[in-house]
């Protein structure tokens, strides 16, 4: 386990990020100039929470990645432990207690006894190791098996040469015994993620592809009806879940074109829950107030305007002819102006980052990354020094991103920065799970994404980014020193030596610029004025057990 010292340096550091985006963004009441209502005691049961979400790529757990698939499925699906949707603390879910022994290797979670499936079978032991193993089995094409690269045996499965996880052994029908290839202190934040819920096996091999599209989860919310693309995702509260009731009927997840459609839907009362779109931040405060803590909406305090565990970068390919070369890579960062893209787009609610590890993880350090600031003279230097005097002899960059959610603003503002120095580039937008395809595939050049916390430690923002052959390492890096840096760091159990390490790691990797940090996120989102003790968290989920709608 953990220490109780480093739990209380991590609730501490999210307490410190709260108060710092109340002070760095002013806040003000309603145009009318009445003061902002007050959450009651007296909550009301019902109603359908209308919320935007762009089309995903998954929602079933084998593959849950990104933002949009894993709002859906952690409302359908718990995991083993939950993270407080404030401070980031780890707490019960599935799991009603876990321990670890004295090097974190082994690992024992005891269930909640008598928790179901939405189709009214028990949930046990036994559903975890399948939907463990089904994300292991290389058949199955998971791109996020790295969440258990950890456990006894997975590299076995990844190769071939197992078709079960070694590590994992079913005590007994509620008792988990989580045996890892080497000490992994954190391990506990690990399985909080969405995508490590258990899966009734039957149901699921009766029909994938049904199952893909109307996935039976164990979380306090089932699925309505087969998931339409492009359209929504509808679920209803689950009424025999084992924890907290929700107060809310059900949720309507829709898919809009883009963020501006849904801002004008949200406008017209159709949407309880949307981003705001670029330019329209402080205007949205105006109108709708701004929550004092940046992550709770209440009527007249409607603008969420909190630190996300979130970092934009710009992707670069390492295995392209003219980004394979770290020196154009670093002139590439050098000549972003990262405050004007704060300034620009985002109303400066946004922060230019220095590093890949946001604020608010434990371990986050300025200057993580050498070149991750703005000088565009020593940019034209290292790219003169690299043979590339002025950008002559440089093709055109291709920028590639998904629609829909304001990127090319951004983009553009990268484009510019960019011919100061001397490189031409184009953009070129598509659909988002069509972009993660050439993403996966490494078949873009340079592009964008961005990161938010699985579970909020320093490893998950190097691990799975930077580790040779991990899904998520987009950028195709590969650096045997930072691997077996990234493998030592897993193992140390000592929390200061740990994320030390860390630290090291990270500025290593900076060293080598595979990829630009351009800003640390925050929120820019904007409930309805019926919506009561709704909470954004800092890792980008809504908590959707604790909120409630004024009827």
């Known amino acids: 386990m953990l220490s109780v010292r480093y739990r209380k340096v991590l609730a501490l550091l999210l307490s410190l990020a709260l108060v710092m985006s109340m002070a760095a963004i002013s806040g003000c009441t309603p145009d009318d100039g009445e003061p902002a209502e007050e959450p009651t005691d007296d909550i009301q049961m019902g109603g359908t929470f209308k919320f935007y979400i762009s089309q995903p790529a998954f929602i079933d757990p084998v593959n849950l990645q990104e933002s949009e698939g894993t709002q859906v499925g952690q409302a359908v699906f718990d995991s083993l ?58 058949d199955n094409e998971s791109e996020i098996s790295y969440h258990l690269s950890a456990v006894k045996g997975y590299d076995e499965m990844q190769a071939g040469e197992a078709t079960e996880l070694e590590g994992v052994t079913v005590v007994d029908d509620t008792t988990l015994e989580v045996t890892l290839s080497y000490a992994f202190a954190d391990f506990e934040y ?31 919310f089932k699925m309505s009806e087969p998931w339409a693309d492009d359209q929504y995702v509808k679920v209803e509260k689950f009424d025999e879940y084992y924890g907290q009731e929700p107060y809310i009927d059900g949720i309507d997840f829709m898919i809009l074109a883009d963020q501006d459609t849904a801002y004008l839907e949200f406008q017209a009362g159709n949407m309880d829950f949307v981003q705001i779109p670029t330019g329209q ?70 922060i230019p980052a220095s590093g890949i590890v946001p604020e608010g993880i434990v371990g986050f350090q300025e200057g993580g990354f050498e070149y991750s600031k703005y000088d565009p003279e020593a940019a ?47 953009l070129a937008g598509m659909e988002w799970a069509q972009y993660l395809d050439k993403l996966d595939a490494k078949e873009y050049q340079s592009g964008r994404l961005g990161w938010i916390a699985d579970y909020p430690i320093m490893d998950n923002f190097l691990y799975p980014l930077f580790k040779t052959g991990s899904g998520d390492n987009y950028s195709a890096y590969t650096n045997p020193e930072v691997d077996a840096m990234l ?35 925050r929120h820019t989102r904007v409930a309805s004025d019926r919506v009561m003790d709704g909470i954004f968290s800092p890792n980008g989920l809504f908590h959707f057990e604790s909120v409630w709608l004024k009827q």
């Open 190 to 220: 690990v399985v909080g993620h969405p995508a490590l819920a258990p899966v009734p096996q039957e149901e699921v091999e009766a029909d994938p592809a049904a199952f893909g599209k109307m996935p039976i989860g164990n979380g306090p």
């Open 281 to 350: 931040i402080q205007a949205t405060i105006d109108e709708y107030g701004e929550s004092p803590d940046g992550y709770t909406s209440n009527p007249g305090e409607q603008t969420i305007l909190g630190t996300e565990q979130a970092v934009y970068f710009i992707l670069l390919n390492n295995t392209d002819e003219v980004l394979q070369d770290a020196e154009v890579r670093k002139a590439f960062s050098l000549a972003i102006d990262r405050q004007a893209i704060c300034d620009t787009i985002f109303e400066g609610t946004r």
């Open 380 to 426: 034209k230097e290292v790219l003169a020094e690299a043979g590339y005097p002025e950008g002559e002899g440089l093709p055109v960059i291709k920028l590639e991103y998904n629609t829909g959610s304001g990127h090319e603003d951004i983009l553009q503002l990268v484009q510019n920065d960019l011919k100061a120095i001397g490189i031409e580039s184009e």
């Open 487 to 521: 493998e030592e760091a897993r193992k140390t159990v000592d929390d200061d030596e740990r994320v030390e390490l860390y630290q090291e790691i990270e500025k290593k990797i900076g060293e080598d610029a595979p990829l630009i940090p351009v800003m640390y996120y």
């Open 81 to 138: 432990v939950t993270f407080d949707p404030l401070t980031s603390e780890v707490k019960p879910a599935a799991a009603e207690s876990w321990e670890s022994n004295d090097d974190a290797t082994v690992w024992t979670f005891r269930l909640v006894p008598g928790a179901k499936f939405h189709n009214g079978r028990e949930v046990t032991a036994q559903d975890f190791k399948y939907a463990w193993e089904r994300i292991c089995n290389p």
